[in-house]
């Protein structure tokens, strides 16, 4: 079952970058000021964690993003070598917190809401770009720790903050 939604959650991203008018023309988001709430206490709990377990200092900038990065880097190598691997809910923490502070940074820089995306009929607290992209930070975040480089959040973002292709 995990390996079939990381794979679901993979391949949304992949079409949530190639497809935007696609997933932007779907009435599939609902604003929310609870789920905007937890994203910025969960953004918050990010910084600390990552001061604390990674020695790395999150200041809220679009270049942390890069950082972000290299703890998630971390988490995955250390989730290759454990034996038994973690499962999702022990990994949960570390995506929620990491996926709300990339996506408020985003939200800052490049405006967006947080609130219920619906991807695939499933509901999920994320985020709507203002030019309409929903994503999923927390499944991200997850795929990155489980999956490795491919899943890279970093460059994720920046391809999200370009914005679609211009035809």
Do not use: C
């Amino acid at each position: 079952m995990n390996a079939a939604r990381r794979v679901v959650v993979a391949l949304l991203g992949a079409l949530a970058l190639s497809s935007f008018q696609v997933i932007a023309a779907t009435p599939d988001f609902v604003a929310s000021e609870s789920i905007r709430q937890d994203a910025a206490t969960s953004a918050t709990e990010a910084v600390a964690m990552a001061k604390r377990q990674f020695d790395i200092a999150l200041d809220g900038s679009e270049a942390s993003i890069d950082d972000v990065e290299r703890a998630l880097d971390r988490l995955h190598s250390n989730y290759v070598l454990a034996t038994p691997k973690p499962s999702d809910a022990q990994l949960l923490p570390f995506a929620r917190a990491f996926g709300a502070y990339v996506g408020e940074v985003y939200r800052r820089n490049h405006g967006a809401a947080w609130g219920t995306v619906t991807l695939n009929g499933t509901d999920y607290a994320g985020l709507r770009t203002d030019t309409g992209v929903n994503v999923w930070w927390t499944g991200r975040v997850l795929n990155r720790i489980t999956d490795g480089p491919d899943n890279n959040v970093a460059e994720f973002y920046r391809r999200l903050a370009r914005g679609p292709a211009k035809e």
